[in-house]
């Protein structure tokens, strides 16, 4: 028999406590390997923090996270978020130029200058915005300022992406168009992807398999699309 290939990412017996009330409760969730993945609820269902928890950005009061089979620690923390990839609500951009905002992951993870504007330049590209790269950041749209965002997370070539409510703050014009990009970059690439979201429409253009949370209650949904 062959060797069985591990998660891209697992929660088992996840809690996430504040002070004496248990704010995220993940008994088990695994993302395969080119899955995608959407988590959905309102607002305040502990959706953010799932995704701070899986992107080891806070460490849970219990249970552990696995990435691609290996059990996240204080010691290796730091090596295993780079295969991660976060893009946030808001974007987090530099007040320096869009290539370099789009390089800074890559340069972030030791690739070369040349090599890393050469990658991230293309990923500019693929997200229409490869005209913008010598402007800075300051003079973006939200929705130009998303793509940046999301070329910088693609460039890394990221073995797992996290995205969290990722288009909540564009307007519906701009969700329409980005949307569907996205989600053909996500088939295209293969990259094991969790989408949180509180819109279930989005949900089903961007993943395949969908969770629900409530008051950080984990629930079944049926499968998506």
Known sequence: MGEVTPPALELRGVQVRTRDRVILDVPALALARQGRLAVVGPNGAGKSTLLQVAALLRRPDAGEVLVEGERARRGNARRLQRRMAVVFQAPLL?????????????????????????RARGWLERFGVGHLADRNTRGLSGGEA???????????????????????????????????????????????????????????????????????????????G
């Open 146 to 224: 998303q793509r940046v965002s999301l070329a910088r997370a693609f460039a890394v070539e990221p073995t797992l992406l996290l995205l969290d409510e990722p288009f909540a703050a564009l307007d519906a014009p701009t969700r329409a168009v980005l949307v569907p990009e996205l989600a053909g970059w996500l088939r295209e690439t293969g990259v094991a992807t969790i989408v949180v979201t509180h819109d279930p429409a989005e949900a089903r253009l961007l993943t395949t398999q969908c969770v629900g949370l409530h008051a950080g209650q984990m629930t079944t949904q049926p499968p998506v």
């Open 94 to 118: 530099f007040d320096t130029s869009v290539i370099a905002n789009a390089a800074s992951g890559l340069r972030f993870r030791g690739v070369g200058a040349g090599e890393a504007e050469r």
